[in-house]
T-cell receptor, first 113, second 114 residues
């Protein structure tokens, strides 16, 4: 059973545009929601994260919006740049499971110049 | 070290061969995790260590998979009698403390079983 569902699978955005990636989860035991960025041949790197008691978190061009009642969260990348082209994963942590992460299926983002 | 180091970076194994994948976590990190990432998919949890204790191995796909961390630092993931479905990138991550979220991933080992 896929506990974290991510959409879209792929996304093409023009330079300067807004990239939006959505995730939904099922398990209410999740208590921390990070987003990872992965470039080819590299491991995932933490981008930004949010706790469920906060509805929005912004770091530079990256913003997470969180809707606890709907069990959904999303990543917004403002002023998207070609260097943002990568695969993005949402994830959810169960602290009672030793910080184990459950990942979404990933979104391959391409930002066109 | 500055980051999580994994070796080898690439491994080609013949079906039925045993393989061993190594992970050197960030010095002092208490927690160590192994994930499996199939092509085009998100990482999936395999197993978790806190120091030398393997606290969760619920994600290991079969009894052919075995992980150890005998001295609480370096960890080895061993796969016996490899099969084609084992082909994936194996990622290691470490975290400084159970209560602190400081996950850092290595670049992974790409295993191809032919």
């Amino acid at each position: 059973q896929q506990q974290v569902k991510q959409s879209p699978q792929s996304l093409i955005v023009q330079k300067g545009g807004i990239s939006i990636i959505n995730c939904a989860y099922e398990n209410t035991a999740f208590d921390y929601f990070p987003w990872y960025q992965q470039f080819p041949g590299k491991g995932p790197a933490l981008l930004i994260a949010i706790r469920p008691d906060v509805s929005e978190k912004k770091e530079g061009r990256f913003t997470i919006s969180f809707n606890k009642s709907a069990k959904q969260f999303s990543l917004h990348i403002m002023d998207s740049q070609p260097g943002d082209s990568a695969t993005y994963f949402c994830a959810a942590r169960r602290r009672d499971a030793g910080n184990m992460l459950t990942f979404g299926g990933g979104t391959r983002l391409m930002v066109k110049p | 070290g500055a980051g999580v180091s994994q070796s080898p970076r690439y491994k080609v194994a013949k079906r039925g061969q045993d393989v061993a994948l190594r992970c050197d976590p960030i010095s002092g990190h208490v927690s160590l995790f192994w994930y499996q990432q199939a092509l085009g998919q998100g990482p999936e949890f395999l197993t978790y260590f806190q120091n030398e204790a393997q606290l969760d191995k619920s994600g290991l796909p079969s009894d052919r998979f075995f992980a150890e961390r005998p001295e609480g630092s370096v960890s080895t993931l061993k796969i016996q009698r490899t099969q084609q479905e084992d082909s994936a990138v194996y990622l290691c991550a470490s975290s400084p403390d159970r209560g602190v979220f400081g996950y850092t991933f290595g670049s992974g080992t790409r295993l191809t079983v032919v």
